[in-house]
């Protein structure tokens, strides 16, 4: 027993007031369908504490949960946990109705309840009347933790194996049906309004040779997916080159299928059940070499995107990174793909040139990470915020090598007692080795049970070092920030924003505009100049400069659309109504800077009322940073929000934007 528990059996021994207990109630669906609700259990745990003298002082109920889930998985048990770490200690006594409402797996029933034996409170099970504070309730605690897990592992067995009976007679075991078929009394059969689908889309692809058309062609037709949609071409193309489509069958159990360290399917070997025909062979065999010799999409030019999935956009889709061509290269959100072929994307949102994001969101890093302590200070608090795992492994390690030696020992002991009363009896042979088996079986699985029990706390201990050598990776980086932030790699820039879990959210950003950049707006912005009023006084200084030509029209309301284009942002389209030709507009315009003109006539107006020019609006982004994927902190910085460690950058929009 570990000299924290004993201390704690002391302390509570001396105890003249009566335990203060818990109950925490667990009860899975299928356990509340057969009756053994929260209501029941509860009046089960409190009648124990009653008898028990136990003062009752909380109630914590997960109704509905999956014995196999852990603690942070488990929300009332989590806060039970929480409240146990408090000092001092609300409480001393956990109540449970039966062992399996601990945990049905080993990681889920012994992680909690060591973590309390450290701090002093026992675990006590209405159903056997035993606790955690003896050697003998320890050992039963033990029983019923291997119980919870064999019945949970008999429970699946039987399932998968029925499942597996199932697919190995053909018929339907159950899962996605692929397009073009159905389940009719157990068995897969042709549906055949989806089979004709796929017949029409093999015809328009081998016309084609265009998943995008196939899709445009199905949607135009009315005919849509399994669950109702509209196709996309991806979409299009996965039902027309399934396994089910070309070779009519269905893999059981394929490659997706959970396997073992060795590769063996955890629930049952790999079937494949024939499906009937929808494309004959031969038809098939043609959709197969056409798709494979499709001319191939352009390939990426090797660029690394730092925010792809990790930048959300104003209509709340995500970023990722795209080179449209050559040297070019974007975000662009994902909002802008089409729901389904010819539909158009859902948002307006604009591209982002990659080098304009990425060096003002690093430079942002840069400014909050570049101190190496508070990096580390960042780690140390997601080490602690993440850790659900506060249990003493190296000691109970020790501590169950020191029970398994014991019960070895008895074992060892045990074994020549028991063939001296099998002598004695007169047994011989494999008779007598049947007797002493059986003698010795219950110290033999006492003695498997903790042997299972140590390698878990093994493979436990081993993720508690997992653990902190993320934390000694981290504070690396940390050193490595502190010399050179601004000039790390690329590679190592990917690798921080990994362990902080940088996020960003683009608050803003303008539609991006078609054509060239407006010169006469350039013109004010690039000299820092407002845009002057014309007034009568105004245009009384320039009109000498800015006369017609002999038999033009007046100059003035052309100075009039440009000093509003550049006030306002507008297009010349946009100033078509009240102003004229929008080509004309752009070709005075052109005339009067090429001349000088309009250079002497803004100096002329230099010092008069006027109002700033039209800038395209920032990208506005904030960034939040998560250390280690996990917990929210704040930096401490005087930008920072103290709810949330974030802070808002804007970063001026592309040339060519306006």
Not at 509 to 528: E, L, M
Request: charged content about 30%; hydrophobic content about 35%.
């Amino acid at each position: 027993m570990g000299k924290t528990l004993t201390a704690a059996i002391k302390v509570a021994n001396s105890r003249t007031a009566p335990l203060r207990a818990v109950a925490y109630l667990r009860v899975s669906t299928e356990e509340q369908a057969q009756g053994h609700g929260i209501g029941y259990t509860k009046k089960r745990v409190l009648r124990h504490f009653e008898k028990k003298g136990y003062e009752h002082v909380g109630t914590f109920a997960d109704e509905g949960l999956s014995g196999s889930l852990e603690v942070d998985d488990r929300p009332e048990l989590k806060r039970l946990m929480e409240l146990a770490r408090q000092e001092p200690r609300p409480f001393d006594m956990v109540g449970v109705n039966e062992g399996r409402a601990i945990g049905r797996t080993g990681r889920a029933f012994w992680r909690w309840v060591w973590e309390l034996e450290d701090l002093g409170v026992y675990v006590t099970v209405v159903d056997g009347d035993y606790d955690n504070s003896t050697g003998e309730g320890r050992a039963r605690m033990r029983d019923a933790a291997s119980y919870a897990e064999k019945e949970r592992e008999l429970i699946r067995d039987r399932t998968q194996g029925g499942i597996q009976e199932t697919a190995e007679e053909g018929m339907y075991p159950g899962g996605q049906v692929p397009f073009g078929w159905t389940v009719k009394d157990g068995r897969y059969v042709v549906a055949r309004k989806a089979a004709a689908t796929l017949q029409r889309g093999r015809e328009v692809y081998m016309a084609t040779r265009s998943w995008t058309k196939v899709a445009l062609t199905w949607n135009s037709e009315g005919r849509l997916t399994a669950t109702g949609k509209r196709w996309t071409r991806k979409n299009a193309r996965r039902v027309m080159l399934s396994e089910a489509t070309l070779n009519n069958r269905v893999i059981w159990r394929g490659r997706n299928a959970m396997r073992d360290a060795d590769g063996i399917p955890l629930y049952g070997e790999q079937v494949t059940i024939k499906l009937p025909k929808i494309l004959k062979k031969r038809e098939a065999a043609e959709l197969r070499d056409a798709a494979a010799n499709a001319p191939a999409k352009r390939a990426a030019q090797g660029r690394a995107y730092l925010l792809t999935d990790r930048m959300t956009s104003p209509c709340g889709s995500k970023y990722r990174g795209h080179n449209h061509r050559p040297g070019v290269y974007d975000y662009v959100c994902k909002g802008r793909d089409e729901q389904y072929a010819g539909a158009g994307g859902k948002c307006a949102c604009p591209p982002l040139d990659v080098d304009t994001v990425e060096r003002a969101v690093w430079a942002d890093a840069c400014a909050l990470l570049g101190d190496a302590e508070r990096m580390k200070a960042m780690a140390k608090q997601w080490l602690e915020a993440t850790s659900s795992d506060h249990v003493d492994h190296i000691g109970r390690i020790a501590q169950l090598d020191q029970q398994i030696a014991e019960q070895s020992a008895v074992i060892d002991v045990t074994i020549p007692v028991a063939a001296r009363q099998a002598a004695k009896r007169g047994l011989t042979g494999k008779d007598a080795e049947l007797a002493v088996e059986a003698a010795i079986k219950p110290l033999t699985e006492e003695l498997a049970s903790l042997e299972r029990l140590r390698s878990e706390a093994s493979a436990w201990q081993r993720e508690a070092e997992q653990a902190t050598q993320r934390l000694k990776d981290f504070e690396r980086l940390a050193e490595t920030a502190r010399s050179n932030l601004a000039g790390l790699t690329p590679e190592l820039r990917a690798e921080l924003f990994h362990h902080t879990n940088a996020q960003a959210v683009v608050t803003s950003c303008a539609p991006k505009r078609k054509g060239v950049a407006c010169r006469i707006t350039d013109w004010f912005t690039s000299r820092d100049r407002p845009v002057p009023d014309l007034t009568d006084e105004a245009w009384a200084k320039v009109e000498h400069l800015l006369r017609p030509r002999r038999g033009a029209s007046p100059k003035r309301p052309v100075l009039e659309a440009l000093l509003e284009k550049a006030r306002t942002g507008a297009r010349f389209a946009d100033l078509a109504e009240r102003y004229g030709n929008p080509a004309s507009l752009q070709t005075q315009a052109n005339r009067w800077l090429a001349s000088g003109a309009w250079d002497a006539a803004m100096e002329l107006l230099e010092g008069m009322p006027g109002q700033p020019a039209w800038r395209v609006p920032p990208v506005e982004i904030s960034v939040t940073f998560r250390p280690l994927a996990v917990s929210e902190f704040c930096v401490g910085d005087a930008s920072c929000d103290p709810t949330g460690g974030w802070r808002r950058i804007c970063i001026p929009c592309c040339p060519g934007w306006r």
